[in-house]
């Protein structure tokens, strides 16, 4: 086989290899999110976390359409990933995101005493790493759509 041709089937194997750990993937955080739905609306759930207040009652249904979004949009990609679909998605994940980090920056649902306190700190802390995350995906997502590469 001549070098040229060796070179040709080269890419194209790895690009199969690649396809299917994307599809892995995919999997993985479908089955992680779905656990995670189950985790939240079992009894006792969310109401078993000794840090969460009754006010987690008004960001749980945001957390639990994060979730779903999330499976959605794994679903589609698992089925076909071309990038501009993908950009798309994950807008549409990551504007579900950003509504419900910011909301839970508003309710802030914990309660952290006594030698837990610092965690208030900790939590404010990463819920703005966590938006700002979110709002440099949602500028990434955005380029992405509108060049049409990835």
Known sequence: MSTAVRERKQPQAGRQRSQGARRGGYVVSILINAVLIYLLDAHPGWRAVPFLTPATVQVIGLFTLTLAAGIAANAVYFIADPPR??????????????????????????????????????????????????????????????????
């Open 85 to 150: 679909l993908r950009a798309f998605g994950d807008l549409s994940t990551l504007t579900i995101s950003l509504v419900t980090a910011v909301r839970t920056w508003q309710v802030f649902p914990f309660a952290f005493h006594g030698s837990m306190a610092f965690w208030t700190v900790i939590v404010r802390i990463l819920l703005i790493i966590g938006i700002g995350g979110v709002c440099i995906g949602l500028l990434y997502s955005l380029v992405t759509l509108v060049r049409g590469k990835r």
